[in-house]
């Protein structure tokens, strides 16, 4: 079964360093999601992309983080500097096109210390 | 934009017993409502999802309602099991089309503990 692959599993960065995650969709899928879930709380939209175009950034703080789908497949997420509230869960999803099931990948656990 | 909130935040049931999660969203062109459910350390996946075209689906002991008027949907399973226990999520989606690219938002999570 097509999974959505994601790199690194885990992360440990010092706070003002660069960090970067990649991720993978599903093969032929046109949308896609990068999430930030905080413990305990619902996962939250950063960027969506429709092929590799950015259709939604409303919520990806601009000034330290950015996103790329250059090609329309694969897609990198960077923050840049690291701050200790970045610590959290990336997740990263796609879907087939917007309104079709999203599929979440394992996702790229942060730690800024 | 969208808000979705979702309650409650733990539940607690013993093995066999029903267990119910309840969310609401605020707008109103939302017409895709998908539920996900999260084990420890795992991805969330869906288990269920209801479009605003129908008012229930069922699959096995996993039902959905939603009530447009009131802006709510519901989570239901039934003959709960261990295997149940995990956190899940509700979402809301706009896929009113045009320039729309159908942002999915999420409720807060439940843990839900099932007790053999």
């Known amino acids: 079964e097509a999974e959505v692959a994601q790199s690194p599993r885990y992360k440990i960065t010092e706070k003002s360093q660069a960090v970067a995650f990649w991720c993978d969709p599903i093969s032929g899928h046109a949308t896609l999601y990068w999430y930030r879930q905080i413990l305990g709380q619902g996962p939250e939209l950063l960027v969506q992309f429709q092929d590799e175009s950015v259709v939604d950034d409303s919520q990806l703080p601009k000034d330290r983080f950015s996103a790329e789908r250059l090609k329309g497949v694969d897609s990198t997420l960077k923050i840049q500097p690291a701050e200790l509230g970045d610590s959290a869960m990336y997740l990263c999803?796609?879907?087939?096109?917007?309104?079709?099931?999203?599929?979440f990948g394992q996702g790229t656990r942060l730690t800024v210390v | 934009g969208e808000n979705v909130e979702q309650h409650p935040s733990t539940l607690s049931v013993q093995e066999g017993d029903s267990a119910v999660i309840k969310c609401t969203y605020s707008d109103s062109a939302s017409n895709y409502f998908p539920w996900y459910k999260q084990e420890l350390g795992k991805r969330p996946q869906l288990i269920i999802d209801i479009r605003s075209n129908v008012g229930e689906k069922k699959d096995q002991r996993i039902a959905v309602t939603l009530n447009k008027t009131a802006k709510h949907f519901s989570l239901h399973i039934t003959e709960t099991q261990p295997e149940d226990s995990a956190v899940y999520f509700c979402?809301?989606?706009?896929?009113?089309?045009?320039?729309?690219?159908?942002?999915?938002?999420f409720g807060q999570g439940t843990i839900l503990t099932v007790h053999p």
């Open positions: 979402a809301a989606r706009n896929n009113a089309g045009g320039t729309s690219y159908g942002k999915l938002t």
């Open positions: 999803a796609s879907s087939l096109v917007s309104y079709t099931e999203a599929f």
